[in-house]
């Protein structure tokens, strides 16, 4: 356990006096680090290390955390991280290695430690921890936050795909599921189910259509559902290879999902009975390998497909307060309820919410943003008097 001196030393007295106006965070974790570190909670932060020894002596968790919070105050990457603790007198006082010749740490080791932070959920372990000991011994006095919302794209990494190639996908990969099931082959199956169309290349190459073609659409569409069809009816010979793989199961329930988001029966009886729907599903699935991208749009003009990054930035320190992640299709209003929901926990809530405006957002990716402004209190609780997008937000705290 890292065990550090409470008492200040002359020189760090000295670092301290200079530093408490301007800087005073380096001052406060100082003085102290032995609360926010205590004996239990270090010993929560060594239970994150592999119980594996390595091959080198591993450094004290107290230690990194120390740097963590200083480096997410300071705004610097790890390299520049790194770096302070042998340059910057600040750094070596709160992470008691003053005179130091040499970090204490290396890149790479700090970037670990705050990958297991994430991976155990300690990171806003520490941080609430930080702030609670902050409100309790003063070291920081309450006041309102004004802060913006804005969202920001985040492009899904999952193969995106039309009708067809959805079904053709899932087909194939519950072929692979059955096949590994029954300890074979999947081109065995392929044989024993009677597929036409899965085990080649390309789902569209197999089908062998001259697409320019107006009914090369519908005449694919029948070619795939009969596929599926096949496919169903060898499943169901096989009751032993249903009940015992539930991954399959899963891919068939995903399979009758594309067909029903994407198509209807068919007034004329085309191939298959069915045709492709004119009009896209609202919460359409768009891949098979990633279930929960969307369809989303930067603009009226311009689309992608994956998420959206909701984020509320406090409009005074350009701190991000909370940051929440949605399918690109949700509304905006489903989005700012998750951000307030977390903003109103302690040790701070939103006690008011203004109309929706346009604000000049330095630093946000778009440099202007459509957000609204929310003041935030201790000790408030929400209540929310309009939801329709048309209207504007209105947020009351009380007591």
Not at 308 to 332: M, Q, Y
Request: proline share 6%.
């Amino acid at each position: 356990m890292w065990n550090t001196p409470i008492r200040l030393t002359s020189e760090e007295q000295k670092i301290a006096a200079r530093t408490r106006k301007t800087r005073k965070f380096f001052v406060f974790l100082r003085e102290h680090r032995h609360e926010l570190l205590d004996a239990d909670f270090q010993h929560t932060l060594a239970n994150s290390y592999s119980p594996e020894p390595g091959g080198h002596e591993p450094v004290e968790a107290g230690l990194l955390a120390l740097a963590t919070l200083l480096q997410a105050y300071c705004h610097v990457g790890d390299r520049d991280a790194v770096e302070l603790t042998v340059m910057d007198k600040r750094w070596q006082m709160v992470l008691d290695c003053l005179g130091a010749e040499h970090p204490p740490f290396s890149q790479g080791t700090l970037f670990n430690f705050r990958m297991r932070l994430i991976t155990h959920n300690l990171d806003k372990t520490l941080l609430d921890r930080t702030v609670a000991l902050a409100e309790q011994t003063g070291g920081f006095g309450a006041r309102q936050l004004r802060a913006v919302l804005d969202s920001t794209p985040l492009f899904g990494a999952g193969r995106v795909e039309d009708t067809l190639n959805l079904l053709g996908h899932a087909l194939r990969k519950a072929v692979g599921l059955a096949a590994q099931a029954l300890d074979t082959s999947a081109e065995a199956l392929v044989e024993d189910a009677g597929l036409t169309l899965v085990g080649h290349s390309s789902l569209k190459a197999a089908l062998d259509l001259d697409w320019g073609e107006p009914s090369a659409r519908s005449r694919a569409l029948g070619l795939v559902l009969e596929e599926v069809e096949r496919w169903q009816r060898w499943l169901e010979q096989q009751q032993t290879l249903a009940a015992q793989t539930p991954p399959l199961q899963k891919v068939m329930e995903t399979i009758t999902q594309i067909i029903t988001q994407d198509t209807e029966p068919d007034p004329g009886g085309g191939p298959g009975e069915r045709r492709i729907k004119k009009h896209v599903t609202p919460d359409r699935r768009i891949s098979i390998e990633d279930q929960d991208i969307r369809h989303g749009r930067k603009s009226s003009a311009k689309t992608f497909n994956g998420f959206k990054e909701h984020f509320a930035v406090d409009l005074d320190s350009k701190v991000t307060r909370e940051v929440v992640v949605r399918p690109a299709n949700e509304p905006e209003h489903e989005a700012v309820e998750l951000l307030a929901e977390e903003l109103e926990k302690p040790p701070a809530c939103c006690s008011s919410i203004s109309t929706w405006d346009t604000w000049p957002a330095h630093g946000l990716p778009n440099g202007r943003c459509r957000a609204c402004t929310l003041s935030l209190a201790p000790g408030h609780k929400l209540v929310r008097f309009s939801r329709r997008m048309i209207s504007p937000w209105t947020l009351r705290g009380c007591r």
